[in-house]
């Protein structure tokens, strides 16, 4: 099953890769257009990390090699409450879910909807069996992954306290700079 769905994600990188889909490039577009933080460069570079990081198949392979897969619960439905604020920020959790072949129920955030739609019907069509649901309110869910700032995962804690889950909350990092780095230092 797993290798079966390692192929499946290697195609959804060439669909994302595809230059000369015209609807895809299109949805890019309009995905700029609703969010004016998504400027295209933002856009192509996060589509290409993915797609490096994400769905190339050695990587995959070498990921999923570190988990036994074969005891898990496939009936458990897990809910997804994604963040907006980066293009496509949300696939990670998307991919496990679709990986396990996971029952999965998707409240999506309104800045970052229209990419994120057509990567859940990109591996609907890979995988016709696969349950995704996007959905306005969330319920009816086993456990839960949700991002979101500081502010809202006091809440998600709240609501989320009698199901398993897995709250991520803001992220702040801080660097120290002397001047004398280097530029690949910098990059890094």
Known sequence: MVENRI?????????????NND???????R????NRWFIQQFIDFSIESIVENFLNEEKLTQWLSNYDLKNYNKDETVGLILAGNIPLVGIHDILCCFVLGLPTKIKMSSKDELMTKFVVS????LDENWSCEIVERLKGFDKVIATGSN???????YYFKS???LLRNNRNSLAILSGR???TELKA
């Open 23 to 29: 609807a895809w490039q299109a949805l890019k577009l």
């Open 163 to 165: 199901v398993p889950s």
């Open 31 to 34: 995905a700029e257009r609703k």
């Open 7 to 19: 192929s499946l994600l290697v195609n959804l990188g060439k669909t994302l890769s595809d230059e």
């Open 151 to 157: 502010n809202t995962n006091r809440y998600f804690e």
């Open 122 to 125: 990109e591996l609907q069509k």
């Open 181 to 183: 780095e280097s530029e």
